[in-house]
């Protein structure tokens, strides 16, 4: 599958220089970050997790599938002025090589236009559910996904699709700019792309939960908080966004660790939206800051909670609760 989606959308593979260990799992095509294991790609998984770049997941059961994100298309911009709208070309590619057709839902941790700015498309293509918030509705609308398609979260959210219980719970974006988002506000009308990358307004920013019979996977896109929120939630694994951590202070770094990792229990973490996502699709680039994933050592360290920490594939599908994230296997 890998070759094939190379040659419909021109995915630049970089070579890994790091030994043939890695080579014979047939998983790696960039380099990992910090030499973080890289999960293996499973056959036969009752749950598979499948990473497209920056905080697009998909979670497939055989039966159903939930996206979250979507975000297929990229955008080179200097301001928040330039323009930006969905590669339907690139989506449309998508859509055949990644089988989206029948998406059950798709969900966004917010709607900044790295998370949010491809869904309507991808939910027109593949019949999908739009989850999320009024902006993220009104991205939809704009897409002309008809409204019987939309389920709205204010601050929380439940639904159910096949196996999977989804619960988004209202969280918080990296307080990168003045102590909130960047980009903050609302997206209060249906955007018409082309449209400035500052109009895909943040519009609240979401954990999302997929419970299902085989493991609980929690996502968390933005790496913010909301103190207390996550009490009573537990999670197998969680798919921890780490962009801006280092920017945001150890002090933030480690709340953040304790609210979402240590409050869930989790053993497994699994950084995401660590690659530079103004790079084109599939060319995976560490955009981080090297004391991001030390961090979170020094964290598991000390809390005893998120111990074992990977990286996904590109594009392969991995067991989403395998082995508690042990690469290469479990004990
Ligand atoms: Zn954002």
């Known amino acids: 599958m890998r070759h094939a989606l190379r040659a419909a959308i021109g995915v630049v593979a970089l070579t890994l220089t790091g030994g043939a260990s890695a080579e014979a799992r047939g998983a790696l095509d960039y380099v990992a970050p910090q030499g973080l294991p890289v999960l293996p790609v499973t056959d036969g998984a009752r749950v598979t997790v499948t990473w497209y770049g920056v905080t697009t997941l998909l979670f497939d059961d055989g039966e159903t599938k939930i996206l979250i994100d979507g975000f297929f298309s990229r955008a080179q911009f200097e301001s928040l002025d330039d323009l930006a709208a969905p590669d339907k070309d ?166 953040y660790h304790a609210e979402i990792v240590a409050a869930t229990g989790t053993e497994c973490v699994v950084p995401i939206h660590w690659d530079d996502f103004t790079r084109p699709f599939g060319e995976v680039i560490f955009g981080g800051d090297e004391r991001e994933m030390a961090w979170l050592r020094e964290f598991a360290a000390e809390s005893g909670a998120g111990g074992n920490l990977a990286v996904l594939p590109f594009a392969q599908p991995v067991d989403a609760f395998a082995n508690d994230c042990v690469a290469g296997g479990g004990p």
């Open 90 to 255: 690139h989506i449309a590619a998508m859509v055949q090589s990644a089988q989206l057709t029948g998406l059950a839902a798709i969900t966004p941790v917010h709607s900044h236009f790295d998370h949010a700015m491809d869904l309507g498309e991808v939910a027109l293509a593949t019949g999908a559910v739009v989850l999320g918030s009024p902006s993220t509705a009104n991205i939809a609308r704009g897409a002309g996904v008809p409204e019987e398609r939309i389920r709205l979260a204010e601050n929380t959210l439940t639904a159910t699709f096949g196996a999977f219980k989804v619960d988004l719970i209202r969280s918080a974006h990296a307080p990168l700019v003045d102590g909130g988002p960047p980009i903050p506000g609302t997206i209060d009308a249906p955007i018409m792309p082309p449209a400035r990358i500052g109009d895909w307004k943040e519009g609240g920013s979401y954990t999302i939960v997929l419970a299902h019979p085989a493991g609980t996977a929690l996502v968390q896109g933005s790496a913010g908080y909301v103190e207390g929120r996550l009490d009573g939630v537990t999670a197998d694994v969680v798919f921890l966004g780490t962009g801006g951590l280092a920017t945001l202070g150890r002090e933030h770094a480690s709340a």
